[in-house]
């Protein structure tokens, strides 16, 4: 007779006590949290504070990332607006991790499994995604996709 089949790492309801479920969602928000406040203090619109974009520097082309920080820093004052000017896809990247952050603790107060797996499909959607802002953000009619110059 066959034992039965072990279930797959983190789809096991966890049936340890709240404290203990929650080690794992605020550990993630520490480790997030830390430097997005040092982000937050150490304004990124002051020339010197962070190094330059290596492509950026090379190429004169803006990578993905290129304006992340500014976005950050303006996500750590509330002001979506800049955020979004700055860097849309970080801006909504952090949004949709927020979210995905939430979700994950509420499941872990209530002793279900985080739930949260990208398959391979989504994965290359998600670098389609970000080669495409990429290559648009730097043509002339995405032009308001590249970040204000420092």
Known sequence: MNAPAAPEP???PD???VP???VRPLAALAAV????AFVGAVDPNTPGHYPVCPLLQATGWWCPGCGGLRCVHALTRGDLLTAGHDNLMVTLLALAALALWVRWTVRAVRGR???VR?????TVL????LAVFAV???????????PPAV
């Open 113 to 115: 499994p985080a739930g």
């Open 15 to 17: 049936s340890g006590s």
């Open 10 to 12: 983190g789809t096991a």
């Open 126 to 129: 998600l670098m389609v995604a």
């Open 33 to 36: 949290a830390m430097p997005t």
């Open 20 to 22: 203990r479920r929650l």
């Open 136 to 146: 648009v953000r730097n043509l002339p009619i995405g032009a308001g996709l590249a």
């Open 118 to 122: 990208l398959t391979g499909r989504q």
